[in-house]
């Protein structure tokens, strides 16, 4: 933990990855912008048909620093992130936050996550899995998806985290390169289930702040089937590499 802390003075950038949020960005960016005056917010853009990234773009005067990454084509939101995060560590930023641009993360979160990892936390997450924290509008069938995803992760992996796949959070820039982030493959939940666990084995320090998650009203969500079984197959993945690498450290003897 820091010897002293004063809130405030680091750097934050919030990276904001939009597909199709015209409906949502102007409200999004405006959250973000009353809730942390001094933040600089990334949107990054993958060329969205309905002019999403022209909209964030009239807003950058009124609510500077803000940017916008255009990319040529949908290329995920893993990638967006990992470029956002490179991004934004390459021009100074000490803390860089993850948010949705559907309006399903509150961003009057954000100075709670932020104050975390300014306290010492590695990465601070906006979770829906303890006390105090909730989902708002998901069928029954969701939740449940979503909870036991999250058991079975967090089990599997033995990672003592109760919302690993929240895509809403805060890293320390500093553990971020620790880490080494941008050999993170996976997509979708598996990309926050991956940071999670490459960010613990690097014994970074997870602190979980709880939230109400509400579900998208304007725009689609871009989550399938595929995604789901993709960091189902993940988890057995990292489980398997976990496992093959204490059997090296016991082989050599430390
Ligand atoms: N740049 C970029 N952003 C994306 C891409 N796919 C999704 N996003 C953004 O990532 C955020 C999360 O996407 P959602 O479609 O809401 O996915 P989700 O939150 O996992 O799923 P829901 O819970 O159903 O909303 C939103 O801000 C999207 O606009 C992509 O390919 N490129
Ligand atoms: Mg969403």
């Given at each position: 933990m820091p010897a002293a802390v004063v809130f405030g003075v680091v750097r934050v950038t919030v990276v904001v990855p939009t597909y199709q949020e015209a409906g949502n960005i102007e409200a999004v960016c405006r959250g973000i912008r009353s809730a942390l005056p001094d933040a600089r917010i990334l949107v990054v853009d993958d060329a969205s048909p309905d002019g999403t990234a022209d909209l964030a773009r009239a807003l950058a005067d009124e609510l500077a620093p803000l940017d916008v990454v255009d990319r040529?084509?949908?290329?995920g939101l893993a990638s967006a992130y990992l470029q956002g995060f490179r991004r934004a560590i390459d021009d100074g930023a000490e803390i860089c936050v993850q948010i949705d641009?559907?309006?399903?993360?509150?961003?009057?979160?954000l100075p709670a996550l932020v104050a975390n990892v300014e306290l010492g936390a590695d990465l601070a997450i906006g979770s829906r899995?303890?006390?105090?924290g909730r989902t708002i509008d998901w069928p029954w069938a969701r939740r449940s998806l979503s909870r036991w995803g999250n058991r079975y992760a967090a089990g599997v992996l033995?990672?003592?985290?109760?919302?690993?796949?929240?895509?809403f959070r805060a890293y320390s820039s500093e553990a971020l390169e620790q880490m080494g982030f941008e050999a993170v493959q996976a997509e979708g939940y598996g990309f926050q289930v991956e940071m999670t666990h490459r960010l613990v084995r690097a014994e970074g320090r997870v602190v979980e702040f709880p939230i109400t998650f509400r579900e998208r009203t304007s725009g689609e969500s871009k989550l399938s089937g595929g995604i789901v079984r993709e960091a189902a197959g993940l988890v057995v993945r990292l489980w398997v590499a976990d496992r093959r690498g204490r059997r090296e450290r016991r082989r050599r003897g430390f």
């Amino acid at each position: 933990m820091p010897a002293a802390v004063v809130f405030g003075v680091v750097r934050v950038t919030v990276v904001v990855p939009t597909y199709q949020e015209a409906g949502n960005i102007e409200a999004v960016c405006r959250g973000i912008r009353s809730a942390l005056p001094d933040a600089r917010i990334l949107v990054v853009d993958d060329a969205s048909p309905d002019g999403t990234a022209d909209l964030a773009r009239a807003l950058a005067d009124e609510l500077a620093p803000l940017d916008v990454v255009d990319r040529p084509a949908k290329s995920g939101l893993a990638s967006a992130y990992l470029q956002g995060f490179r991004r934004a560590i390459d021009d100074g930023a000490e803390i860089c936050v993850q948010i949705d641009a559907d309006l399903s993360h509150d961003p009057a979160v954000l100075p709670a996550l932020v104050a975390n990892v300014e306290l010492g936390a590695d990465l601070a997450i906006g979770s829906r899995y303890v006390p105090g924290g909730r989902t708002i509008d998901w069928p029954w069938a969701r939740r449940s998806l979503s909870r036991w995803g999250n058991r079975y992760a967090a089990g599997v992996l033995g990672l003592a985290v109760n919302d690993a796949t929240a895509g809403f959070r805060a890293y320390s820039s500093e553990a971020l390169e620790q880490m080494g982030f941008e050999a993170v493959q996976a997509e979708g939940y598996g990309f926050q289930v991956e940071m999670t666990h490459r960010l613990v084995r690097a014994e970074g320090r997870v602190v979980e702040f709880p939230i109400t998650f509400r579900e998208r009203t304007s725009g689609e969500s871009k989550l399938s089937g595929g995604i789901v079984r993709e960091a189902a197959g993940l988890v057995v993945r990292l489980w398997v590499a976990d496992r093959r690498g204490r059997r090296e450290r016991r082989r050599r003897g430390f």
